[in-house]
């Protein structure tokens, strides 16, 4: 099977690094024209070098993300796809309940579930007038069991993502958008996970590859495989689904 994404249009939120950089560079890889889109326009400039066109927007308010995809239809005129890569920790570490501060709580619910709901809410017009569309988000193991990470906010933000997910994909499936979304293992793919790693120390490390059926850590191109598939035609029927793309777990 050849995933052929040939002439359409895919939006790709938190796209300068990492899972989203390696999303982007997989659907433009398939055919399809792309639009990054992240509040870091910096370390967004090498995917200019390779066709894919830049889209600077803090997505954290619905200003904010409606402007960033308005933004990639007057570029492009339409948009076939959503990718919401955009979230991660913000720079947070596990810490006890007893510490944790209203803005520590907010800032991850924000980049994480807030970005996708009003990134989908504004491609939705227009997918459901054209009667297609893709929608995939990126939510995370953490929104599904509790997270490595000890962060309570990134649990809660990824357990509401997944939720988000399967509401948008009832509310929209009857005008042919399917709404998924890959839920990725640990995968080192930016300085924060990287971080988060070195922290685990030696044993914990050793204790997390044991628990991971393939034994090895992920790669950001194995969350963008799993996305370009959910993206092709061929993945027409399949809508409403949390896919683990994490190795295997016990």
Same mark, same amino acid.
């Given at each position: ?9 895919? =939006?790709?939120?938190? %796209? &300068?690094?990492?899972?989203?950089? #390696?999303? !982007?560079?997989?659907? $433009? *890889?398939? /055919? ?78 924000? =980049?994480?579930?807030? %970005? &996708?709901?009003?990134?989908?809410? #504004?491609? !939705?017009?227009?997918? $459901? *007038?054209? /009667? ?91 969350? !963008? ?26």
């Amino acid at each position: 099977m050849q995933l052929d994404l040939t002439r359409k249009v895919f =939006a790709v939120t938190g %796209a &300068a690094q990492g899972i989203g950089a #390696a999303i !982007a560079r997989q659907l $433009k *890889a398939s /055919g399809a024209m792309v639009a990054a889109i992240d509040i870091d326009d910096a370390g967004m400039m090498r995917l200019e070098q390779e066709g894919i066109s830049l889209h600077q927007a803090d997505l954290g308010s619905r200003e904010g993300a409606h402007g960033a995809i308005r933004s990639v239809f007057e570029t492009f005129g339409r948009i076939d796809g959503l990718v919401t890569s955009a979230g991660g920790v913000r720079g947070q570490a596990g810490r006890p309940i007893e510490e944790i501060g209203e803005d520590d709580w907010r800032v991850i619910f924000q =980049a994480n579930v807030d %970005a &996708a709901m009003w990134c989908a809410q #504004a491609v !939705a017009p227009d997918m $459901k *007038a054209r /009667g297609e569309g893709r929608i995939i988000t990126i939510s995370s193991g953490a929104g599904l069991r509790p997270s490595l990470t000890g962060i309570q906010a990134y649990a809660s933000a990824k357990h509401a993502l997944v939720g988000l997910t399967k509401q948008l994909a009832l509310e929209l499936g009857p005008f042919g958008i399917t709404v998924n979304s890959v839920a990725p293992g640990f995968i080192l793919s930016n300085p924060s996970t990287e971080k988060q790693w070195a922290a685990f120390g030696d044993e914990r490390q050793k204790a997390v590859i044991g628990g991971i059926h393939m034994r090895r850590l992920g790669a950001p191109a194995d969350i !963008a495989n799993a996305v370009t598939f959910l993206a092709s035609p061929e993945a027409g029927w399949i809508s409403g689904q949390i896919l683990s793309v994490d190795g295997g777990h016990a």
